[in-house]
């Protein structure tokens, strides 16, 4: 299941989120969206858990948990087609 993380501190790491999602099962992959001019990170990323039930265990233990002084907003990720789309920008 891919989960998506959310409102992460901008100092966190691919190996910060693992070791917080390894806790509650296998993790497959860690990704933490980054700004591609600056290579800061945008706040969120995507935990991939090859098992179901510990992924939902996994967004349950840690939605709304505190890390580095932020709560945490853990859900299951969706596919891209299925958000909103933006409006275009008027000028």
């Known amino acids: 299941m891919n989960i998506y993380v959310g409102n992460l501190p901008y100092s966190v790491?691919?190996?910060?989120?693992?070791?917080i999602?390894?806790?509650h099962g296998e993790v497959s992959t860690v990704n933490v969206i980054t700004d591609k001019?600056?290579?800061?990170?945008?706040g969120f990323g995507f935990v991939e858990?090859?098992?179901q039930?510990?992924?939902?265990?996994?967004?349950?233990?840690?939605?709304?948990s505190e890390l580095k002084g932020r709560n945490l907003?853990?859900?299951q990720a969706r596919p891209r087609d299925e958000r909103?789309?933006?409006?275009?920008?008027?000028?």
């Open 13 to 19: 790491t691919e190996d910060d989120l693992r070791d």
């Open 21 to 23: 999602f390894a806790e």
């Open 37 to 42: 001019f600056s290579g800061q990170s945008k």
């Open 49 to 51: 858990m090859p098992t």
């Open 53 to 64: 039930s510990e992924a939902e265990e996994a967004i349950k233990a840690t939605n709304l």
């Open 73 to 75: 907003k853990v859900n």
């Open 84 to 91: 909103p789309q933006r409006r275009p920008r008027r000028y």
